[in-house]
């Protein structure tokens, strides 16, 4: 079964710092361009960051550019999102998804975990 399984989200303060992960299953991980998606309260999705299948190709949405880094690790078919200096407009379930080669073309994903949450407040 093809599965992306999110974690580490939970609540954070302003200012503070988390870092999400994504297990992959199911698919040969590093055939694969990945990214983050987020999803804030009452708003649709916003793509957050990509990564190409070998981690030489890096795209960020510029309101995360300096404070998040997308990485991979494709001997443990984990995605990563290090989030810092968090903001409170930051709030949103965070998905990662699949894409359909091995760079990444914007908006083309075909598997979506199932999300994490992530709530920075004080």
């Known amino acids: 079964e093809v599965q992306l399984v999110e974690s580490g989200g939970g609540l954070v303060q302003p200012g503070g710092s988390l870092r999400l992960s994504c297990a992959a299953s199911g698919f040969t991980f590093d055939d694969y361009a990945m990214s983050w998606v987020r999803q804030a309260p009452g708003k649709g999705l916003e793509w957050v960051s990509a990564i190409s299948w070998n981690g030489d190709r890096i795209y960020y949405a510029e309101s995360m550019k300096g404070r998040f880094t997308i990485s991979r690790d494709n001997a443990k078919n984990t995605l990563y999102l290090q989030m810092n200096s968090l903001k409170s407009e930051d709030t949103a379930v965070y998905y990662c998804?699949?894409?359909?080669?091995?760079?990444?073309?914007?908006?083309?994903?075909?598997?979506w975990g199932q999300g994490t949450q992530v709530t920075v407040s004080s």
């Open positions: 998804a699949k894409g359909k080669g091995s760079g990444y073309v914007r908006g083309e994903y075909d598997i």
